[in-house]
């Protein structure tokens, strides 16, 4: 089982709409969860962290974190064809740790 | 503004050649990290640093070797390149923070072995 398994895609959604993506985590001692967005041959820029059960909420995004699953969830609301990219999932086992797992991506495409 | 810089954007270089990629950062971070990125594999690790002259195997260390003889300065070396090295190579840097979220990226190196 991999570390850290995100849906590869692409997904595809409407503008406007609500686009929903989801990773798992294989480690239960993971501490920290991290969404990247890599726009094409262009480096990863982090967009959201969470450390917490439950949600956060930053502009058009929300991270959902339920550590009992082991998922942690981005929904980006009023999606725009600016958000077309591949969404990066990312770990940190043990707080104190800097070292990242990715998972291999989520390319989303947004519709116009 | 975090800057996280390499030096190399696209280089190509034959089997069997020395290959050096540079990185560095401007903002006095501890932490330096040296990933790969290739096509449905995702983003792997390759080696870290947590201090001048510190460093730790990540995932994929065999065929790469690292130096960090400054804080700001973080080499990858291939020893000898093989065509299994083609990759997009991204340099990150952060605090010893402890919590992850000031990890910044570097604009990545593509390389070619050919």
């Known amino acids: 089982q991999k570390e850290v398994e995100q849906n590869s895609g692409p997904l595809s959604v409407p503008e406007g709409a609500i686009a929903s993506l989801n990773c798992t985590y294989s480690d239960r001692g993971s501490q920290s969860f991290f969404w990247y967005r890599q726009y094409s041959g262009k480096s990863p820029e982090l967009i959201m962290f969470?450390?917490?059960?439950g949600d956060k909420e930053d502009g058009r995004f929300t991270a959902q974190l339920n550590k009992a699953s082991q998922y942690v969830s981005l929904l980006i609301r009023d999606s725009q064809p600016s958000d077309s990219a591949t969404y990066l999932c990312?770990?940190?086992?043990?707080?104190?740790?800097?070292?990242?797992?990715f998972g291999t991506g989520t390319r989303l495409t947004i519709i116009p | 503004d975090v800057k996280v810089t390499q030096s190399s954007r696209y280089l190509v270089k034959r089997t069997g050649e020395k290959v050096f990629l540079e990185c560095v950062q401007d903002?006095?971070?501890?932490?330096m990290f040296w990933y790969r990125q290739d096509p449905g594999l995702g983003l792997r690790l390759i080696y870290f640093s947590y201090d001048v002259k510190m460093k730790e195997k990540g995932d994929i260390p065999e065929g790469y070797s690292v130096s960090r003889e400054k804080k700001e300065r973080f080499s990858l070396i291939l020893e000898s390149a093989s065509t299994n090295q083609t990759s997009m190579y991204l340099c990150a840097s952060s605090h010893e923070t402890g919590s992850g979220n000031t990890i910044y990226f570097g604009e990545g190196s593509w390389l070619t072995v050919v």
């Open positions: 903002m006095d971070h501890e932490n």
């Open positions: 990312a770990v940190i086992l043990n707080f104190g740790n800097e070292k990242l797992t």
């Open positions: 969470i450390y917490s059960n």
